[in-house]
């Protein structure tokens, strides 16, 4: 009995020394920005725009409609549905939205809980873009991916681009993609942790991949050293997924939450 009650009290010992080691490490970050979803109709305009209508494939169907991007029940809708807008001749309407000019940061945590659905030419993502662009356009001042899911595959990238990976094609040198499993149908916790010196990407917690500045290298290799803001948006066909299903439609990325955090100052 007595050896049962000294395992007892070391069991006890471990679960509490558990339990520090994680507070401790929930305060490492402190939250700067977030938005939790929590009133209906489109999203709040002090913290996101419309990314609006352009020539890449993924925003060719960018629409500010409330059909598209509309929040209810806590959580946001990001929609991909065929177009019945007769003033409108674009062939299917997506929903695209950004912290542009509204939030950006540099170094931190990313954290994004969404659930995705499936379709032949699906395309939703979590990415972001440089506020400045201060070494140039795309894609030399970089771009940040930290989830775009295609179609019906049973896993998503994360990716990132600059002048070293899209210009002088080292794409080994590191690697600069990595594909990773999630919970289907299931809401899940895409995260990018950022450094000034690594990109580390997670699913769930979890350490997916890493991509390093590399010693001696400049902005060509490593532009990730200035402020990046947010994108949120449900694509819809083009050269990588390929064309859209109709019949699969619509499809629809929710967003339950996203939160930004910095490490607090030792």
Known sequence: MKRQIIYLNLFVI????????SEADNNDWQMIWNDEFETDGAPDETKWSFSGRRSPDWACYCTDQ?????VFNGVLHLRGT?????????????????????????????EVRAKLSKGQGSWPAIWM??????????????????????????YFYQTIHSSHV??????????????????EGEF??????WYPD???????????????????QDSVQWPFDQNFYI??????????????????????????WVRVYQRNKD
């Open 166 to 183: 899209d210009e002088l094609k080292q794409k080994d040198n590191p690697i600069y993609f990595a594909k990773a499993s999630f919970k």
């Open 82 to 110: 065929v177009n019945e807008n007769p003033g409108d001749t674009a062939q299917f309407q997506t929903g695209c939205i950004q912290t542009k000019g509204k939030f950006d940061f540099k170094y931190g945590k990313l």
């Open 14 to 21: 471990l679960l509490l020394c558990s339990c520090s080691k």
């Open 198 to 216: 690594r990109l580390d990407f997670l699913i769930n917690g979890k350490k997916t991949f890493t991509y390093p500045k590399l010693e001696g």
């Open 129 to 154: 873009m440089p506020a400045e662009g201060v070494y140039g356009g795309w894609p030399k001042s970089g771009e940040i991916d930290v989830m775009e899911h295609l179609n019906f595959d049973p």
């Open 66 to 70: 409330l059909e598209n991007a509309e």
């Open 231 to 256: 994108i949120l948006n449900q694509a819809l066909g083009g050269n990588w997924p390929g064309p859209v299903n109709a019949e699969d439609l619509p499809v629809e990325m929710q967003v339950d």
């Open 188 to 193: 899940n916790v895409f995260g990018l942790e």
